[in-house]
């Protein structure tokens, strides 16, 4: 069955405390592995696309990895601005699949 | 350049009857997807249309349909709404050949 996993399902970390966020994933005919932070009552804003194992991206205090079962997206020295819901999404074939997040806490 | 736009922001029906939402997608995209998302879950996957055809679909009833237009704006119809139809439900837009979707901001729809 093609699914999405997401560990933890909420993470406190205090300012400047690095971690990482887990997406393990099962999906068939794998086109891409996507990141996005959903701030509450609001869509999901994009911010990293992963295509092949290796590979990562980074912007700001984000970096995001993939292998070939999961990704993991560091935070390096967050801030309380970093605060929100990590949501990793996988695209098949012709069908997109979505972990159930990871709700980041970052106390000052 | 535009983003995705969604209408409208609040709705409130009550079970039984049908609802339409309302997706216009960032310029430049000809894809749109659906998706709807309970509270605190992750966003399901309903559809995703590409030039006017669906082009995908998740495990969500035949209830759940769609449109697509030529400016590429879509859709998205539930008939016989059920208490379980209570979500946020979203719209994606992506480009051509390209897999990256940008969301909008949501419809809450509330079923009594």
């Known amino acids: 069955e093609d699914q999405v996993t997401q560990s933890p399902e909420a993470l406190r970390l205090q300012e400047g405390e690095s971690s990482s966020l887990n997406c393990s994933y099962t999906v068939s005919g794998l086109r891409g592995l996507f990141w996005y932070r959903q701030d509450p009552g609001k869509g999901p804003e994009f911010l990293f696309t992963l295509y092949s194992a290796g590979e990562e991206k980074e912007k700001e205090r984000l970096k995001a990895t993939l292998t070939k079962k999961e990704s993991f997206l560091h935070i390096t020295a967050p801030k309380p601005e970093d605060s929100a819901t990590y949501l990793c999404a996988v695209q098949g074939i012709n069908k997109f699949y979505f972990g159930s997040g990871t709700k980041l806490n970052v106390k000052p | 350049e535009t983003g995705v736009t969604q209408s409208p922001t609040h709705l409130i029906k009550t079970r039984g009857q049908q609802v339409t939402l309302r997706c216009s997608s960032q310029?430049?995209?000809?894809?749109v997807s659906w998706y709807q998302q309970a509270l605190g879950q992750g966003p399901q996957f309903i559809f995703q249309?590409?030039?006017?055809?669906?082009?995908g679909r998740g495990n969500f009833p035949p209830r759940f349909s769609g449109l697509q237009f030529p400016n590429y704006s879509s859709e998205l119809n539930v008939n016989a709404l059920e208490l379980d139809d209570s979500a946020l439900y979203l719209c994606?837009?992506?480009?051509?050949?390209?897999?990256?979707?940008?969301f909008g901001p949501g419809t809450r729809l509330l079923v009594l």
């Open positions: 249309y590409y030039r006017e055809e669906e082009n």
């Open positions: 994606a837009s992506s480009s051509q050949g390209g897999e990256t979707q940008y």
């Open positions: 310029s430049g995209h000809n894809t």
